[in-house]
């Protein structure tokens, strides 16, 4: 069976989450935060060796303190974010400690997942080395420059991308090496698209939404509904986030 190492990025500053006292990977989704609700999908999984969330060193002290109950009974690496979001990812790459065949990056404000899309993925990657989720573009889409239509721009072949993005372990390291600037990437992908190795497109899910605005929190409560309950982390952890409110 392969093995597969899970890196949750949770280190950016929430710029757009406005209307909130705590980031949006800190806020409490239906009673429990949303770093719990996507770390969950991943923690209790037999072809998991390690989960490691990023956080910004501005974040770790209060993080441990408020939830020191919950990482007391689960399995989890914190280590410190960069100054983007492929420095961070970095970090948490060079803070693997188990011997993994893939690395799986995945939003930790993307909590809306399944059993079934994960075991999805991560067979994709079995097969292809390198993975992403991707949702057509089902809307027209314009091309705008100062509040003016430019042109229309064809739809398609265009996917939004998701994650979890999964890649051999081997190749996102060196793909890693190769980088010039860490900075203008965008997503783990485009790091190995910049390395010349294809990556190949797996059908995403539309209610795997990230939650970046305080439109896409209320959203997201109200597509939990309509998800399987996930039994998995509950047992890990004996209090309710409600404790911390």
């Known amino acids: 069976m392969s093995r597969f190492a899970v890196i949750l990025p949770a280190a950016g500053e929430s710029r757009r989450f406005t209307g909130f006292a705590r980031k949006k990977p800190f806020v409490e989704l239906k009673g429990r935060a949303v770093w719990l609700r996507t770390a969950e999908h991943f923690l209790n999984r037999d072809d998991v060796s390690e989960v490691v969330l ?4 501005d974040d770790i002290d209060e993080f441990r303190e408020r939830f020191r109950p919950n990482l007391a009974f689960m399995d989890i690496t914190i280590t410190v974010g960069g100054a983007c979001r492929a420095e961070s990812v970095l970090n948490g790459i060079n803070s693997l ?7 799986a990056i995945h939003d930790a404000a993307r909590p809306l997942l399944t059993e079934k899309w994960v075991t ?3 067979a994709a990657a079995v097969v292809h080395d390198a993975v992403i989720p991707g949702v057509p573009v089902s809307s027209t889409v314009k091309a705008v420059a100062e ?4 042109r229309t721009v ?3 072949g265009l996917v ?16 890693f090496d190769a980088a010039d600037d860490l900075t203008a990437c965008t997503d783990d992908a485009s790091i190995v698209e910049a390395y010349g190795h ?4 797996h059908g995403g899910w539309p209610m795997n939404i990230k939650i970046t605005t305080k439109e896409d929190f209320k959203l997201a409560e109200a597509l939990l509904e309509t998800l399987p309950a996930p039994g998995a982390v509950k047992d890990l952890h004996p209090f ?3 404790r911390f409110r």
């Open 54 to 57: 990023v956080l910004s060193p």
């Open 97 to 103: 400690s188990q011997e993994a065949d893939f690395i």
């Open 120 to 122: 999805e993925i991560f």
């Open 147 to 150: 509040d003016t239509i430019q």
């Open 154 to 156: 064809d739809r398609s």
């Open 160 to 175: 939004l991308a998701q994650t979890p993005q999964v890649f051999r372990r081997t190749l996102l390291r060196q793909a």
């Open 198 to 201: 294809a990556v190949h497109v």
């Open 240 to 242: 309710s986030d409600d």
